[in-house]
């Protein structure tokens, strides 16, 4: 479809600027000849959910950040290859539940690899959000920050574990603060 040729270069565009420029630039940007064709494509991107009009200018909607989720992978035995899209979905609808609580936070260290934790990798956390037992926190212990495994001992108290044998179990010496409960994490291969 010609529009998605468009489409992949408005992407493009906005990765770069963070922005759309004025109409008669957006030509060139989307390899179109007119400013009549741009409001053509405009106005068909715009009815299938990708852009949006405010205040007279283009914006991108949810859907244009969106990408297709296209079927399903098998980490083990290989399968019989599909590219049928099952669904758009884009990573915030996928990891925030509550965007004016959640951060994120980069791992450092490897306290935590046992469970897929790894050193660079950046942890979705949600604040204020109630916690239990064996609910992997960032968690702000004796006023430092780490990300451990929340526990509770014999004796009731709380405590951080870590995800790697070869550190120790945290106990408080003074404080143990939640800062939010981790739920969910994402890293990147290749640079």
Not at 123 to 141: F, H, L, Q, W, Y
């Amino acid at each position: 479809m010609q529009d998605e040729k468009h489409l992949a270069a408005l992407r493009t565009y906005w990765k770069r600027h963070q922005a759309f420029p004025a109409m008669a630039k957006l030509c060139e940007v989307v390899g179109l000849s007119s400013t009549s064709s741009v409001f053509a494509l405009v106005g068909r991107l715009v009815d299938a959910g990708y852009l949006d009009r405010v205040e007279g200018r283009i914006a991108p909607t949810k859907r244009f950040f969106a990408r297709p989720v296209v079927n399903t992978v098998r980490a083990g035995l290989p399968q019989p290859a599909s590219q049928d899209s099952v669904d758009l979905i884009t990573i915030d609808d996928y990891l925030i539940d509550d965007p004016n609580r959640s951060v994120l936070c980069r791992v450092r260290g490897d306290s935590m690899k046992d469970v897929g934790l790894l050193d660079g990798d950046l942890v979705v956390v949600e604040r204020n959000s109630p916690t239990k037992p064996g609910d992997i926190v960032v968690a702000i212990v004796d006023e430092e920050f780490t990300v451990k495994t929340l526990r509770l001992d014999a004796q009731n108290r709380y405590y951080l574990e870590p995800a790697n044998p070869a550190f120790a179990d945290i106990h408080p010496t003074g404080s143990l603060e939640i800062f939010g409960v981790v739920v969910g994490s994402f890293r990147r291969f290749r640079h």
